[in-house]
């Protein structure tokens, strides 16, 4: 090979070297920005997954330090601490003259922490167990079994007897000592609820529970106010959760519940319910009865009862009214016998209040000068009304005679009752008038009391009243109130006119600094002139002289009321009649009103003259002359 081939084909080696060196090159190039675009996407893919924990790391540290600190600070605390109830007093509730009608008595709750049991005279702890065990069974009257069981199994303190009499606890007491029981069995002071009369306005007071709560009654309605607020005292334990001795205390004192004074008065209360318990039993009413004496100067309620009632310090044992067929109920059945039994009727139930409400209708005559107390033949009853295409007839229009009233004046058709005159009456008013009074005496609204569950009253839709339900209304018929807004109602009558709240609160003190809050008398409209007022007395006072209220006449004091029979409504036989009767006292200057209500009388008679004006009759014999009324009549 000549030096020029030579030449050339070195240079053609070089040039293929160099080509596979450039691929070599290029390959590695490409290799490595291969590499670096994974190993960027790692880099990346690192740096968000650590944004991605910080992130997550740091709300979880907001949420436990922020969210649920509180939460946590607690549970760390209470891994720490340990902490003790200081119990507040429930308050006192006293009647109008400072009789007690409910208190908290002092009482003992038995715990027992079988951890810290220690005694000098068994040294073995099953042994003490069982004696301790036994004591506790005796003493308390419980199951031995249960008792031991409990001290067996329990890490820390049980609860083994609560509210326990003072002999009881110091029979306990006396064989700790006896037994050299130096701890582990603890007695801490509690209070128990005790009614000192028992009985007496039973359904009004109302009850408590075992946990010193309102069920019922101002127990119910005012129990924030009688409960009081819980103090505490919290100590420092060591991790076998032991308290640390002369470990600093944090101490917050229980701030003890208000007593309470109501405007009932005992004496009052003892008559009412004595004479109401008689009139129930002798006129064989089949749902019982009750009564409510209200002041009409200040809204005061000074009696309100119902029979049956209950035994306060028993609340969950019904009496023999509510007991009939009591083991066949079930235990829902039973649960709402012993709520009935509870209810303050006065205001719980309504009712067809009848003829005593012809005294508003009367009212509203009076007061729009629609007619007046003494115009001859002013109404006339034929013995029946005819309304639409319904008779409704007079009570005084039956067999065998079918006696009619005649021509009558509003006194004569108020005094006899007279159901046709009333319809005529409440023709000429008409129901858009009527309803503005109703509203007016405040029948369409809650009384706002303080008692619990008051119902609502039932009228008409003024939009639907036609003809008959304006009839049956003007009379007391076909709607329905409560007992209690029937006798505020006749109250502003008596007052002048003036409608007052009714009360049953008088005051609350702060038993911590002796304190005094007054409930003071709450007017609430003027509702009838002072004219028409003394006009409506007088007629109730004829009513009482010389008509359907004879009964409730009082030798030397002057009366006034009207007698009410709701009849059952039509298609419910089993509904029954409803009579009272509505009477104030003296009329001039009434000091007192009140209502007595009888459900479902089967002793003979039906009408409020005969079976409820009696008992008014009674009740007030003895209540006037209480009250230091003087005798205004010969």
């Not at 070297?17 to 790692?42: C, F, G, M, P, W």
């Not at 004595?274 to 209200?294: P, S």
């Amino acid at each position: 090979m000549n030096k020029k081939n030579i030449k050339l084909a070195k240079k053609v080696k070089n040039k293929i070297i160099k080509s596979k060196t450039d691929d070599k090159i290029a390959r590695l190039k490409n290799n490595l920005n291969i590499e670096n675009v994974i190993s960027s996407k790692k880099l990346k893919i690192s740096i968000v997954t650590a944004i991605t924990l910080l992130i997550l790391l740091i709300i979880r540290l907001f949420y436990l330090q922020i969210i649920d600190g509180q939460h946590l600070s607690t549970l760390a605390s209470n891994q720490q601490t340990t902490s003790e109830t200081i119990s507040s007093k429930r308050g006192n509730i006293y009647d109008s003259t400072g009789a007690s009608l409910a208190i908290s008595e002092t009482v003992d709750t038995v715990s027992v922490n079988p951890t810290k049991l220690k005694s000098k005279k068994y040294t073995d702890e099953n042994e003490l167990k069982q004696e301790l065990s036994k004591k506790l069974a005796e003493i308390f009257e419980l199951n031995y079994d249960e008792v031991l069981e409990k001290l067996n199994n329990a890490k820390s303190s049980v609860t083994i007897a609560k509210k326990e009499e003072e002999d009881k606890v110091n029979n306990l007491k006396n064989w700790i000592k006896e037994n050299k029981i130096s701890a582990g069995v603890n007695i801490d002071e509690d209070s128990k609820r005790y009614y000192p009369y028992s009985t007496l306005a039973s359904q009004v007071i109302g009850a408590c529970g075992t946990d010193n709560q309102g069920l019922s009654g101002i127990e119910y309605s005012y129990n924030s106010i009688l409960t009081g607020t819980s103090g505490e005292i919290v100590m420092s334990k060591d991790a076998s959760q032991s308290e640390i001795p002369n470990s600093q205390e944090s101490f917050i004192p229980a701030k003890n519940g208000y007593n309470l004074t109501l405007t009932l008065d005992v004496k009052i209360q003892s008559i009412v319910e004595k004479h109401l318990k008689d009139a129930v039993e002798e006129n064989a009413c089949a749902k019982g009865g009750n009564c409510i004496i209200m002041d009409p100067k200040t809204g005061n309620i000074l009696a309100m009862a119902s029979y049956p009632n209950y035994d306060l310090n028993s609340p969950f044992t019904p009496t023999s009214y509510y007991a009939d067929n009591w083991d066949s109920l079930s235990a829902e059945e039973k649960n709402n016998r012993i709520y009935n039994m509870w209810n303050v009727r006065s205001v719980f139930e309504t009712y067809e209040p009848g003829s005593v409400f012809k005294l508003i209708t009367a009212s509203v005559a009076l007061e729009e000068n629609i007619t007046q107390t003494d115009i001859e033949n002013d109404f006339v009853c034929n013995g029946v009304e005819q309304v639409a295409d319904k008779p409704i007839q007079c009570w005084y229009y039956q067999a065998p005679y079918y006696s009619k009233h005649n021509g009558q004046s509003l006194r004569q058709a108020l005094m006899h009752s007279c159901n046709p005159s009333f319809i005529q009456l409440g023709r000429r008013i008409g129901a858009t008038t009527l309803y503005k009074y109703f509203k007016a005496f405040g029948l369409f609204d809650k009384t706002n009391s303080g008692l619990p569950g008051e119902s609502a009253s039932k009228f008409h839709d003024l939009d639907k009243v036609g003809s008959v339900e304006l009839a049956t209304m003007s009379f007391g018929q076909r709607f329905t109130i409560t007992p209690l807004q029937m006798i505020t109602a006749i109250s502003a009558i008596a007052n002048n006119g003036n409608l007052l709240q009714p009360k049953i609160v008088k005051s609350m003190t702060n038993t911590d600094t002796g304190e005094v809050t007054n409930f003071e008398t709450t007017k609430i409209r003027q509702v009838l002139s002072v004219q028409t007022s003394n006009q409506v007395k007088s007629m109730m006072k004829s009513v009482v002289t010389d008509g359907t209220g004879k009964n409730a006449q009082v030798k030397g004091y002057s009366i006034g009321g009207k007698s009410g029979t709701s009849e059952p409504i039509s298609g419910d036989t089993s509904s029954g009649y409803t009579t009272s009767f509505a009477a104030i006292s003296p009329v001039e200057d009434a000091k007192l009103a009140i209502l007595v209500t009888l459900y479902d009388p089967k002793g003979g008679s039906h009408q409020g003259g005969q079976t409820a004006a009696p008992v008014v009759s009674k009740i007030l014999s003895e209540v006037l002359p209480y009250l230091g009324i003087e005798p205004d009549e010969t």
